[in-house]
């Protein structure tokens, strides 16, 4: 049975930083490409980083470059989310997500959205004050 657990949300004031981690269990997580994804109120479910099996390429949504780095370590099979300089506009539930596309030049269109990745978390809340 596959679990996919985040941690790591809260409320955090602008300017602000969270280290958001997403634990994986029951599935070989050195051979998944994983992904963060928000969705705010009312908005719909964006791309914020994604990264290969082995972390070789990275993908990062426009809002998230610069201030969102994403690293994952294969042998405790976590991924983290670092924010920095988080802004209001950041408030939503981030999700993590692992799945196995059959080539590294797709993680973009996983990221996207394109392509659905297969294994999902229940996602952790992140609210950032003005």
């Known amino acids: 049975q596959v679990q996919v657990v985040e941690s790591g949300g809260g409320l955090v004031p602008a300017g602000g930083s969270l280290r958001l981690s997403c634990t994986v269990s029951?599935?070989?997580?050195?051979?998944?490409?994983m992904g963060w994804f928000r969705q705010a109120p009312g908005k719909l479910r964006e791309g914020v980083a994604c990264?290969?099996?082995?972390?070789?390429?990275?993908y990062y949504g426009d809002f998230a470059k610069g201030r969102f780095t994403i690293s994952r370590n294969n042998a405790k099979n976590t991924l983290y989310l670092q924010m920095d300089n988080l802004k209001p506009e950041d408030t939503g539930m981030y999700y993590c997500?692992?799945?196995?596309?059959?080539?590294?030049?797709?993680?973009?269109?996983?990221?996207?959205?394109?392509?659905?990745?297969?294994?999902w978390g229940q996602g952790t809340q992140v609210t950032v004050s003005s």
């Open positions: 990264i290969t099996w082995s972390g070789s390429s990275i």
């Open positions: 997500a692992a799945d196995q596309p059959s080539g590294d030049d797709l993680l973009y269109d996983y990221c996207s959205g394109d392509i659905e990745f297969g294994y």
């Open positions: 029951g599935l070989p997580f050195d051979d998944y490409a």
